[in-house]
């Protein structure tokens, strides 16, 4: 009975694996999601909230006044509809070198990391064209949806399980299995967010070449030694910036179209600025076959 109940465990998730395939349109990567986007937007929503009420919001206008005008543009380049996204862009007086973002279009950045940027728009628009790929990704439903795999998991091996007497060792396996999955997905999760996150950067008019500059900002401020690749919830910074630097050259047409049609049709609200002392980048001819985006993509994630 105890065998039969499992099977029909397995044989659930399998069912539940095949009618929630979903795709990340930028990428072509299937995921798992079994719920709905606007279960997921409520999620976010009701998180957002909360941490609204524990959190100092800054009350600098010209900062905020930033911040919402960098992330609408981005939110606007996403070029797809998102119905459950109601876009929301706070700035939190905190010392965090961080930003974040939540089911249904909430973003959170951190004075601190605003700072590290300092002037440089195109730097914090990397960061919140990241944020704004987790949602476009849909990635928060896809972690909640493995997490209840793993789960239906962890209860078919019980039960398949109960009257073996290594039971103990199966399900200590599979707890650790599971863990170094879900970080593994994480990671993954990160670096597609990089990849889809800077396209929508650059079709916003930031500067694609800024990314690798500012995560060397954020590897220069690393305290002690990080856990091995395979421990971390995000790649490396060496490896993060190598493969920002060798994608941003694919993107760099699509950066210049956009700030020609934004110049054409009104005057920017600031100046994109650059490290005072980086080597100005030698711009990719207009005439780029828009293949060499997808190649370089492609050559990103490894496939």
């Given at each position: 009975m105890k065998r039969r109940l499992a099977a029909l465990l397995g044989l659930a998730c399998a069912l539940l694996f095949l009618s929630a395939c979903s795709t990340v349109p930028e990428t072509g990567r299937k995921q798992l999601i079994l719920m709905s986007a606007a279960e997921e937007a409520q999620t976010g929503f009701s998180a957002f909230a909360q941490i609204k009420k524990r959190e100092k919001i800054s009350a600098d206008p010209a900062l905020n006044a930033r911040i919402q005008r960098i992330g609408k543009r981005i939110a606007g380049a996403v070029g797809r509809d998102l119905p459950n996204a109601q876009w929301e862009f706070v700035v939190f007086e905190s010392d965090q070198l961080n930003a974040f973002a939540l089911p249904g279009g909430k973003v959170g950045v951190y004075t601190g990391l605003i700072n590290l940027a300092g002037g440089n728009d195109d730097e914090i628009a990397v960061?919140?064209?990241?944020?704004?790929?987790?949602?476009?990704?849909?990635?928060?439903?896809?972690r909640q949806s493995q997490a209840v795999l793993i789960a239906l998991g962890g209860v078919a091996l019980g039960a398949g399980t109960q009257d073996d007497?290594?039971?103990?060792?199966?399900?200590?396996?599979?707890g650790v299995g599971s863990t170094l999955g879900s970080l593994a997905y994480s990671r993954e999760h990160e670096t597609e967010a990089d990849v889809v996150g800077l396209g929508f950067a650059a079709r916003a008019g930031y500067d694609p070449r800024a990314a690798a500059g500012f995560w060397r900002k954020m590897a220069a401020k690393e305290n002690g030694a990080r856990p091995p690749k395979w421990l971390s919830?995000?790649?490396?910074?060496?490896?993060?910036?190598a493969k920002l630097e060798a994608l941003a050259p694919s993107l760099v047409p699509v950066y210049e179209q956009a700030r020609a049609r934004l110049e054409g049709s009104a005057p920017l609200a600031q100046p994109?600025?650059?490290?005072?002392?980086?080597?100005?980048?030698?711009?990719?001819?207009?005439?780029?076959?828009?293949s060499t985006e997808q190649r370089e993509l492609d050559k990103f994630l490894g496939r």
């Open positions: 960061v919140m064209g990241h944020e704004v790929a987790h949602v476009s990704s849909r990635h928060g439903a896809e007497k290594n039971q103990e060792y199966y399900l200590l396996a599979y919830t995000h790649p490396p910074s060496g490896d993060r910036i994109v600025a650059r490290p005072v002392n980086a080597p100005k980048a030698a711009a990719a001819p207009a005439s780029r076959p828009v």
